[in-house]
């Protein structure tokens, strides 16, 4: 029977979200995690490695009954969740014009709709103890527009506020939230999202993933309300993008996300 406190990591089975879950394990806290695909089973035998339980569970978080099935794999462990980290989340490369509704609506779903769905299960259960820590995992993307991605940075700009938002209403409760935004990152996230032909298809400029999870466990557990994951280009990219005017933001991501073709 394990004594080590419980965290939930969302989109746990590669990139950031299983970096974040080592994280917490390295800290001492076994993980549930999820997962869309049957990978969320290897990266769960990856944590056990580093000495805590992992708890995988294959579910469609883009989906009202895949949070909620989640949702209740987690409870039905019995035990406190004490770190929450909300990290699932995906973009669609291409134009506006081109890209399908049903993908739009899509990366609504997952960034967005799953996202406020699980944090009001989490915070329901948090509130009576009185204790808790949430990661909201957003962007830089949050910061500027992204043509290219249109939709993926709104709704990153959404989980950013949301997290602000959210951080104010319960700070009197014991409960703390923290968003990360990362820079671009070493993981699969651009591929995925069918970018292989633009500048941020190329991962050998990017940040180290392990690094931006890092950051994140460690802005999370220091109380901070947000943090930038990514070296100093990306820390000064955050900085930059809250001086310039939107047009030029928008103009940059272009040169980074456009199709070569």
Known sequence: MTTSPLALVTGGSSGIGLEIAKQLAGRG????????????????????????????????????????????????????VEVAALNVGISKGGSFLENSLEDEFRIIAINITGTVHLAKRVVHHMAPRGAGRILVVSSVSATTPTP??????????????FAEGLREELIETGISVTALLPGATNSDFHANAGMHDTVYGDNSWKNDKTLVARQGVDALFAGDDFVVGGDERTQEAYRTNRALPEAEKAARHAEGAKPRR
């Open 148 to 161: 290219y991605e249109t939709v993926y940075g709104p709704t990153k700009a959404f989980g950013y506020s």
């Open 29 to 80: 806290y076994d993980v549930a995690i999820s997962g869309q695909s049957e990978r969320v089973f290897a990266a769960a035998e990856e944590l056990r490695a580093l000495g805590q339980e992992a708890y995988p569970f294959q579910a469609d978080l883009g989906t009202y009954d895949g949070v909620e099935a989640f949702w209740a794999f987690v409870t039905a462990l019995g035990r406190p």
